[in-house]
Nanobody, 115 residues
């Protein structure tokens, strides 16, 4: 199983980016799809999760600014990030969990927000 994340980049504060992550390979039925991030010198933190039936949850720090979505036909999860702040700067990682409780991580994509 491979997860390929893309869409990161450099953006000014207040701008937007859209991250995507595509899963490929022999994947048992996907359950949750999530995004995490890790800023320099900090631990990796959870950002958002979308469940198999579309239930969404967000970290308080991104609620109202970020939107997570998924395309089950393409095994893809997206993260629309609006009103970006410098403190959103981090490497963003996607993660999927399957119905048989396996978990897979993507390689990360860099998001840099300048002030």
């Amino acid at each position: 199983v491979q997860l390929q994340a893309y869409g990161g980049g450099l953006v000014q504060a207040g701008g937007s980016l859209r991250l995507s992550c595509a899963a490929s390979g022999s994947i048992f039925s996907i359950n949750g799809m999530s995004w995490y991030r890790q800023a320099p010198g900090k631990q990796r933190e959870w950002v958002a999760t979308i469940g198999s039936v579309g239930l969404r949850n967000y970290a308080d720090s991104v609620k109202g600014r970020f939107t997570i979505s998924r395309d089950n036909a393409k095994n893809t999860v997206n993260l629309q990030m609006n009103s970006l702040k410098p403190e959103d700067t981090a490497i963003y990682y996607c993660k999927i969990t399957t119905m048989n409780r396996s978990a897979y991580w993507g390689q990360g994509t860099q998001v840099t927000v300048s002030s």
